[in-house]
């Protein structure tokens, strides 16, 4: 044993074992769970109580009927505003942004019906809505009222049937089950505007462009192959097979009276170029030759050249 030299003796701790600790914090673990849940149950029965009581229930029926006269003193006081400020101007500042929106004091389950509610409303107004019948003069009395056929509402509702109807490259967008109207004036812009696009998609602007479009499939060249396959020549008319400087080959299928005839379904289609951009130096090989001073003669003398190839 160690003596200590004031001569006081040290006192040592028992030391405990480690079954010893571990039954101490089990312990102390079974302890604080069980307080919690006893506070978790006091706190559950002190909620439950106050919720069946009526006076509860009283008085937030009455903050909410408190709450909803504020708002509505609120909104009166800012529409005074709002006519002091905007007086005669014609350009007016709406203060909107700073009422108090009411529906928070309602219930989701409410909005949703309300909504719902209000949808079918329009949705039955809409369906339930035709335009009146209007006689030789021009003139028909609804409730009470004398309506003629130029009536501003009557009018936007059939422009917006009207530009519903626009070509499918317009963007007319969904308007079912909305009870949109267009004024004259807007409608009309809309029309020359879908007018233009739809010159603009189709227009050529050089001749070039014209003669050589698409491999040589211009807007009278189709006309040809369409009346081919509408005079029952031709069945269809498929993809490119070859191209040249001159002319480019196009696959076809014939039409009943010409398998007959050939005893064959398929045919070649050749269309000759009017303008050869390809070929820059054509110039110098038929300027002064009489026989290409006629377009037509030429692809005259191009098919009979081409037809007695084939036929050797």
């Known amino acids: 044993m160690q003596r200590n030299p004031w001569g006081i003796s040290e006192r040592k701790e028992p030391l405990c074992s480690f079954a010893e600790i571990m039954d101490e914090e089990v312990a102390r673990k079974l302890q604080l769970e069980e307080q919690s849940s006893s506070d978790m149950k006091a706190a559950d029965a002190v909620e439950a109580e106050l919720?069946?009581?009526?006076?509860?229930?009283?008085?937030?029926?009455?903050?909410?009927?408190?709450?909803?006269?504020?708002?509505?003193?609120v909104e009166h006081t800012l529409r005074l505003k709002e006519k002091q400020y905007n007086k005669d101007d014609k350009v007016g500042i709406s203060l909107d942004l700073l009422k108090p929106s009411r529906e928070k004091y309602d219930s989701d389950e409410s909005?949703?019906?309300?909504?719902?509610?209000?949808?079918?409303?329009?949705?039955?107004?809409?369906?339930?809505?035709?335009?009146?019948?209007?006689g030789s003069k021009g003139v028909v009395f609804q409730n009470g009222r004398c309506v003629t056929k130029h009536d501003k509402e009557?009018?936007?509702?059939?422009?917006?049937?009207?530009?519903?109807q626009f070509p499918a490259e317009f963007n007319t967008g969904d308007a079912a089950k909305i009870d949109?109207?267009?004024?004259?004036?807007?409608?009309?812009?809309?029309?020359?505007?879908?007018?233009?696009?739809?010159?603009?998609?189709?227009?050529?602007?050089?001749?070039?462009?014209?003669?050589?479009?698409?491999?040589?499939?211009?807007?009278?060249?189709?006309?040809?192959?369409?009346?081919?396959?509408?005079?029952?020549?031709?069945?269809?008319?498929?993809?490119?097979?070859a191209t040249g400087k001159e002319s480019v080959v196009f696959h076809a299928v014939g039409g009943s009276d010409l398998i007959q005839e050939r005893q064959c379904s398929n045919f070649a289609v050749k269309v000759f170029k009017t303008t050869l951009n390809e070929f820059q130096n054509r110039i110098d090989y038929v300027q002064e030759d009489f026989r290409f001073k006629n377009t037509r003669k030429i692809l005259k003398l191009w098919a009979e050249k081409e037809y007695r190839n084939l036929k050797r």
């Open 180 to 241: 949109l109207k267009l004024s004259n004036r807007v409608f009309n812009q809309l029309k020359v505007h879908s007018i233009n696009m739809a010159k603009r998609r189709h227009r050529v602007h050089e001749t070039k462009e014209k003669a050589t479009a698409e491999l040589a499939v211009d807007t009278t060249t189709r006309m040809i192959l369409f009346k081919m396959i509408n005079g029952n020549l031709l069945e269809s008319v498929d993809g490119q097979v």
């Open 111 to 134: 909005v949703e019906e309300r909504d719902d509610e209000e949808l079918e409303y329009v949705n039955n107004k809409l369906d339930c809505y035709t335009i009146p019948e209007f």
């Open 154 to 164: 009557i009018c936007g509702r059939k422009n917006v049937s009207k530009f519903m």
């Open 51 to 73: 919720c069946e009581r009526d006076d509860c229930i009283d008085d937030y029926t009455i903050a909410k009927l408190l709450q909803k006269d504020y708002d509505l003193e």
